[in-house]
Each structure stands twice: as C-alpha cells, then as structure tokens.
C-alpha cells in the first residue's frame, strides 16, 4: 500500500498535535538511548566499550524523559532540531560503536528518523529527512568497511519503515478531514480546539472560535439540486483558506455549517477577521456568530456562545457577522 500522491503536497500530519509530540518523538530518543546503554553494558564480543557511547547513551534516554514530560510546550522548529540532531547522533554512534556487529546495530536506530520525520512534517521535507539519514547511513557504514549488502538492506528496511509511517499518518489524517471540501471535519475541529483550550490554559493566551453558515442554504438545495449546494460548500472552503491568517484552522463542522478557530485572537480582532472573510467571498451569502474563549470555559460552552451570536446575526437579517461579547443578553441558541 502506498499513500495517495495527493497527500504528498499536504501539511504537516493533522495527527502531529502538541499532546501526542512529546510522547512520541520523547520515546525515540529514550529507546535509542536504551539500545546504545545495551551496548555499553551488556556482553559483546568487542573488548572494550567506546566512551562516546558510555556518554550518548544516558544522554538520550535523559533528554527522551524531558521530551516526554515537556515536549507539548516545544514550538515547531524545535522539532526539526530535534530530528537534525538526533541523525548525528546516531552518526556519530554508529562510526565510535566498538566492532562491524555493533555498528550495524548501532544503525538501525536510523530507522527511528524515519518515524519522527513522516510523523512530524509534511511529506516533501519529511522525504529530504528520510533521504539524508539513510545516506548518512552508508557513508559512515562504508566508512567502518561494512561490506555493501549489509548496508542496502538497512536502508531498504529504513526507506519501508518511512512508507509505513507515512500511510498510516495519511489514514489517520483523513479520519479528520471532510472528504467533500477537503478541510477538517467536525473531528478535526475539536482536537484542535482542545489544543487550543490547553494552550489558554497554561499561557493565559485568548483565542476566538466562528461559526459560520451559508444562508439559504436549504433553498438551494432545493431548487438547484445538491450539486449546486455542494459546490457553495467547496466555494467557502477555496475562498477562505488562502486568505484565513495563519495558524487558524477552518473545518466543516457539518451539513452548511463551518467553523473556524483563531488562535491568539481575542473576539474583536476574530470579529473583523470573519468579516474580512466574508466579504471576499461575496459570492456565497454567509452570517458568522464568534466567541472569545473565557476562563475556566469548557469547549461545549464556549460554542453555544458562538452559536448564539450566530442565532442573533440571522436573526438581524443574515448577511452579517456577530460577535457574542457584544449582545446584551445571552440569547437562545439557534437551531433552524
């Protein structure tokens, strides 16, 4: 099984979130540190242990316990340091490993850059990492005079294990995305909400959330037939993506409805960006409610919140944006 070549032009895996990062890349480097400590202490037929080891072993495992504990709070370029290091790491490993045997094995922990790379980046760069462990790989084999059968086998092992990776990683991304705009579904939307309310909660950082529906909606379906509903769907999602500031995220949060999430936005400033976003897609008659998380709110209060805003704007004739901090009243919730 292959991943589907579309994916290969795609982000970062939707399933690389803050809580999971740690865990993961935290792990590799622990259990590398555990195979190279075996090494070091175990029996093997070399006479004595390289100091370079004695030293990088422990190393890992203490630095893959910290990843683990505070890996969530690490920003995105720290991940590639990671990766770059962790590679030379074990480059450097692999030509100070006492003896050809423990080399090899010393290698194979190249296999982890394999995981790490496809599991936290997008495809192309995830393959220009991949690519650059396994010819790291051979040239420090050769270099300790392993004999070239040995080494295209690992690097035929290293290259499958990416490929597996890399499929699984486009599985469980599609398991949040919405097959007819491509966004992220409903899914999707509340991992990436509860990211963010984990966020709120240890910096004390506002973000807003929208909700948006496409107006009249139903009418359409009804006397254009669903394709044309369809492709108003798709419309929003073309018109909005390129133009929704970065590291917002927005999903179809089902039927004509959207949501967008804005990190790092209190409500005003998401209010004049939805706006923004509206009128540039004047083609599809849209009304948004948007919301502030407030402190000490769970995530299914803080979308009634945007839901009411969202009542209120199609209740004040449609075609407009609302933002709940300014009614002067909770209203009802909508549902029509």
Not at 145 to 164: C, D, E, F, R
Not at 178 to 188: E, I, M, S, V, Y
Not at 215 to 240: I, P, Y
Not at 313 to 332: I, N, Q, T
Request: one cysteine or more; hydrophobic letters at 50%.
């Amino acid at each position: 099984m292959t991943p589907d070549p579309a994916w290969w032009r795609r982000s970062a895996p939707e399933v690389a979130t803050a809580r999971v990062i740690g865990p993961v890349i935290g792990a590799l480097y622990l259990l590398g540190g555990l195979a190279v400590v075996a090494v070091v202490v175990l029996p093997s037929a070399a006479p004595r242990s390289s100091l370079v080891l004695t030293l990088v072993g422990p190393l890992a495992v203490l630095t893959g316990a910290g990843i683990v504990r505070w890996g969530h709070r690490l920003p995105r370029p720290a991940l590639h340091a990671l990766v770059v290091v962790g590679t030379a790491l074990i480059t450097w490993v692999v030509a100070a490993a006492p003896g050809v045997t423990a080399a090899m094995a010393m290698a194979g922990i190249y296999s982890f850059v394999a995981v790490a790379a496809f599991f936290l980046f997008a495809p192309p760069l995830a393959l220009a990492y991949l690519v650059t462990a396994i010819a790291a790989c051979t040239a420090v084999l050769s270099w300790r005079s392993v004999p070239a059968g040995p080494v295209v086998a690992l690097a035929v092992v290293t290259a499958t294990i990416g490929l597996v990776v890399a499929t699984l990683v486009q599985r469980a991304s599609s398991a949040s995305l919405d097959g007819l705009t491509g966004l992220a579904n409903r899914r999707g939307f509340d991992d990436a909400l509860g990211e963010a309310m984990r966020t709120a909660a240890r910096t004390g950082t506002p973000f807003s959330v929208a909700l948006v529906d496409v107006d009249h909606f139903k009418s359409t379906n009804d006397q254009d037939g669903h394709a044309a509903g369809d492709e108003l769907l798709r419309t929003v999602a073309r018109e909005w993506t390129p133009r929704a500031p970065r590291g917002a995220l927005l999903a179809r949060h089902g039927g004509d409805e959207f949501a967008l999430l804005l990190p790092s936005s209190p409500g005003p400033a998401a209010l004049r960006v939805v706006e923004r976003l509206r009128l540039a897609c004047l083609q599809v008659p849209l009304s948004a409610g948007v919301a502030q998380h407030l402190p000490g709110e769970d995530a299914s209060q803080l979308m009634r919140r945007a839901d009411a805003a969202l009542y209120r704007a199609k209740a004040d004739g449609r075609g407009r944006c609302v933002l709940h901090e300014d009614l002067p009243a909770a209203p009802r919730t909508r549902r029509a």
